[in-house]
């Protein structure tokens, strides 16, 4: 994601009722074309007066939000986050049926036995996830792989861990199919999951270990 100012709203990768029955075509074209052209909106027009933010990417404004003045700091972070996770939530989700592979596979087999232990994990800690948030699969910088519940449009970036995957738990995500089942949006979600998108950032966590680190 090397976009920067002024932000789009990128088009989904797939048509907005693909992936029905799990997630809704309503829910999706809300999701995408108002809440997440609001983040955008709100970011293009806090960073409008600041031209010299104009070339600092999403992860940039993410991370080094200490740079940015006082005045803009918190809301930007806010909304860069909000654009942010919104577009891996997205690009994370594919009408076609994917499984893990290659080293994604093996790195989940390593840190969960097996793949319905992965499953009933995640599926435990986005249940228990309070109030609005995601739970996100991160590589740290080792590529080991962890959950993280993170609140509201934080992301794991500030933390030193890559984004491998992320579950928007807010009720706008789930409310006009599910209502308050959020138990029934994972489940549904877990059949939409694009592994390859995950395994594609995964497979660039390591590379970037290693080119960090050394070999
Ligand atoms: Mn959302």
């Not at 080094?64 to 918190?74: F, N, T, Y």
């Amino acid at each position: 994601m090397l976009q920067h100012y002024p932000f789009t709203v990128l088009p989904l990768p797939y048509p907005y009722d693909s992936l029905e029955p799990c997630i809704d075509t309503e829910t999706m074209y809300f999701h995408h074309d108002k809440h997440l052209k609001t983040y955008v909106d709100n970011l293009n027009r806090l960073l409008k007066p600041w031209p010299r933010f104009h070339d600092w990417t999403l992860e940039r404004l993410i991370q080094d939000s200490r740079e940015l003045p006082e005045a803009i700091r918190e809301d930007v972070l806010k909304n860069a986050g909000g654009v942010y996770n919104h577009q891996l939530y997205f690009a994370g989700m594919t009408p076609h049926a994917t499984q893990p592979q290659g080293r994604l596979e093996k790195a989940l087999l390593l840190d969960f036995e097996n793949l319905e232990a992965f499953y009933e994990t995640f599926y435990q800690m986005a249940l228990k996830l309070f109030g609005s948030g995601y739970l996100w699969l991160a590589a740290d910088e080792r590529g080991k792989l962890v959950l993280l519940p993170l609140p509201n449009q934080e992301t794991p970036l500030p933390k030193h861990l890559i984004p491998i995957l992320n579950l928007d738990l807010w009720e706008h995500a789930y409310y006009l199919k599910h209502q308050n089942r959020r138990a029934d949006y994972i489940q549904n979600w877990f059949r939409v999951i694009n592994w390859n998108e995950a395994g594609r950032r995964y497979e660039n966590a390591l590379l970037d270990a290693i080119l960090r680190n050394g070999v």
